[in-house]
């Protein structure tokens, strides 16, 4: 398997890949020794992701991931990857309101983070811009929302109806206009991803989301095939190959070459 060099290293490059239609590659990463992995591998953003939650410590959500949690596993990932460009999820409740984001996200990029990422829609515009404000720069997550699993009834596609797409579309704008520096879009109809990427200018990230983004995102575990009731936008890149890093290769390839999400891994 080739191995691939990532092609962002910082936010900059980010907006760049998306201004030349060069498709990014994200993977959630935990601790550091598969850090190292995935940035070897090509990966060009690794995610802290509360998935750690659920994933790391077998908890039935990401609502039980606390602040020192974050900190912990993004130090390990930081350690594994010096070089790498490493997001932070906030976790549930830390940034409730703007004074409590900004401490919180100040102890992430303290531990290592070169970005946060904030669950919610234009609500959370305020708390976007008072980062921003503060040299915080801010993924704004939109569409399904995790932390509001058990409100939601589940982890369902969203923005399928007229109203629920307008919604997005609209949370989408406020967050970009907020100086959110990237969007991360789960679980909506590829139509709706692919329209919200065209309007905005903003690199925006996607997960179970289709191809008409600008990026990828999935979580390590699913990668690996670990996760024993996949969703149906996940692929097992470790079937078939040996070795982890050549998992992750398989990932970045086809990202880059966009056989990732095939039709039958997205939502319509
Ligand atoms: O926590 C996480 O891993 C995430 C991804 C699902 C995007 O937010």
């Known amino acids: 398997m080739s191995m691939h060099a990532p092609i962002a290293h910082s936010l900059r490059d980010v907006w760049t890949a998306k201004a030349e239609g060069r498709p990014m590659v994200m993977l959630t990463a935990y601790d550091a020794g ?80 070169d970005i946060v990422k904030i669950e919610g829609g234009a609500a959370k515009a305020e708390i976007v811009s008072a980062l921003t404000e503060s040299g915080i720069p801010v993924c704004a997550h939109i569409g399904l929302l995790p932390q509001r699993v058990r409100q ?73 095939g670990m996760n024993p009731h996949p969703p149906r936008f996940v692929r097992d890149f470790l079937r078939g190959r040996g070795a982890v890093v050549d998992a992750f290769s398989a990932y970045v390839d086809a990202v880059r070459t966009r056989q990732f999400p095939a039709e039958h891994e997205s939502y319509a």
């Open 34 to 113: 598969f850090a190292q992995l995935a940035v070897a591998a090509g990966v060009d953003m690794l995610l802290v992701g509360d998935s750690l939650g659920m994933v790391v410590q077998g908890a039935r959500d990401t609502l039980s991931v606390s602040m020192a949690d974050m900190r912990y596993h993004t130090e390990l990932v930081r350690r594994g990857a010096p070089t790498a460009l490493v997001m932070a999820d906030m976790p549930f409740l830390s940034d409730a309101t703007v004074e409590s984001a900004r401490l919180h996200a100040g102890g992430l990029m303290q531990a290592g983070a």
């Open 152 to 224: 939601l009834g589940g982890y369902r596609v969203q923005g399928r109806s007229e109203d629920d797409a307008a919604r997005i579309l609209a949370d989408a704008h406020a967050l970009a206009d907020a100086g959110a520096a990237m969007l991360l879009i789960e679980c909506v109809p590829s139509a709706l991803a692919e329209r919200i990427t065209r309007q905005v200018r903003v690199p925006v990230i996607g997960i179970g989301a289709g191809q008409g983004v600008d990026g990828q995102v999935l979580v390590m575990h699913d990668v690996l």
